[in-house]
């Protein structure tokens, strides 16, 4: 664990955050366009991305440069996906294939189910909760709420800027303590995945938006709940020529970058909880850990004094 220059920072900022309820944080906020929920202003900056103390794709660290943008305060919803369906008529690619991969919590492991979809995302029979994130969205089915709603994906850039909140190198979007005050305080794996879960956070799978402490920007559940699409293709060396200013990701790949990590992430797997995790997944398919929030870029209007802080 890294305790640097920040330590003092990041404890302050973790307190905060422990007493602040996640969706009350009102900074950088503007009257969203009618179909965008709530969204952040990020004000943009230099900040260093990536670890040289995690996987080997998360090397080198590297300074990026971002211009300011706007973020989802949190992961879209069951019911916001649903707006954009009945508005549309939108049938998702897992509904068009009938089936998908399913983590059976029971069984441990992935298996492929019928009749799952973001409506029954964990079995056929399944309910989620209006409230909690959308899942079983492919990419090209997150990216067409994005076109919808006027907005688009963020990059993976983007994507690691907001989710640190203004914290320089720590290992988490709140500071570089797993538990602070002695407790998580996002949606992962306690326990030993993914025979044990002690359910320390409160939640098996996933969980309404919003139930634990946003971070230093205000925004929800970056770090677990659902792993979130970037716009990004996946490059496992990329942030060794990546571009500074602003960048898109690799022109081609297998598949898109997703972060944050999901309610399966654990202290003896994955670790998706750390603010550098990345993995990749193909564009065509979704899995009842993985959704997405929303971006768009900052218009100058946006960015005077008395608009962008009112
Ligand atoms: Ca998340």
Redesign the pocket.
Known sequence: MKWGKNTQTSLLLAFLALVTPCPAAKTGKAPPPPTQPDMVLIPGGTFRMGSDHGQEFEKPVHKVTLKPYWIGRH?ITVAEYRKFVEATGYMTQTEKAGSSKVFDVKKGDWVVMKGVSWRHPDGPKSQPAVDEPVSQVSWNDATAYTQWAGARLPTEAEWEFASRGGLDGAEYAWGNDLRPGGKPVANWWQGHFPDTNTLEDGYLRRAPVGKFPPNGYGLC????????WCSDWYGADYYAHSPRANPTGPPSGEGHVLK?GSFLCSENFCTGFRVSSRRMHVPDTGLNNMGFRIARDATDGELRPSKARP
């Open positions: 992961e559940d970056m770090t677990g709940n659902v792993w979130e944050g």
